[in-house]
């Protein structure tokens, strides 16, 4: 099987785990509502965890079974949220960028992040746009809010 580039990935709507893993830190990276979309999932995950253990202990299985079945919970938990939730913000906002600006700005954001760039000096889209000559043309350069009064 042919590994394919998180570009024609991301064309083709087919997404490897590896790279919806990274989609959702770009995800993670850009929310708004990090409280909302990431730390309530994680703390409902732990809850239902806790509870349903001790509801399978205190029903008589045995200690093995009820740690295997939350483990198999948390594997599906996680699976569900990074490649039904986390990964389609982090597309969402990656097609934003693509709209805005256009496809070398988009591409440049992910490239990016994919190389660890973020981390180190921030996400700043409009330099990226300015970099790839993207940013004259633009929507965003040309929205009436970035207009300078005569």
């Excluded at 913000?89 to 990016?112: C, I, R, S, W, Y």
């Excluded at 000559?133 to 009064?149: F, I």
């Amino acid at each position: 099987m042919e590994t394919k580039t998180p570009l024609e990935q991301l064309e083709s709507g087919r997404l490897s785990f590896g790279f919806t893993m990274r989609l959702a830190r770009i995800a993670y990276t850009v929310s708004k509502r990090k409280l909302l979309h990431f730390c309530l999932p994680v703390v409902v995950l732990v809850a239902v965890i806790l509870g349903g253990g001790k509801f399978l202990l205190d029903d008589g299985m045995s200690r093995y079974d009820a740690i295997g079945i939350a483990v198999g919970v948390f594997a599906f938990y996680s699976w569900f949220l990074t490649a039904f939730i986390w990964a389609p913000q982090a597309v969402a906002f990656l097609v934003m960028v693509e709209d805005m600006f256009g496809p070398k700005t988009m591409h440049g954001v992910l490239n990016e992040f994919l190389t660890g760039k973020v981390r180190s000096e921030g996400l700043n889209v409009m330099r990226t746009a300015k970099l790839v000559g993207e940013y004259e043309g633009s929507d965003y350069a040309k929205s009436p809010a970035r207009q300078m009064p005569d």
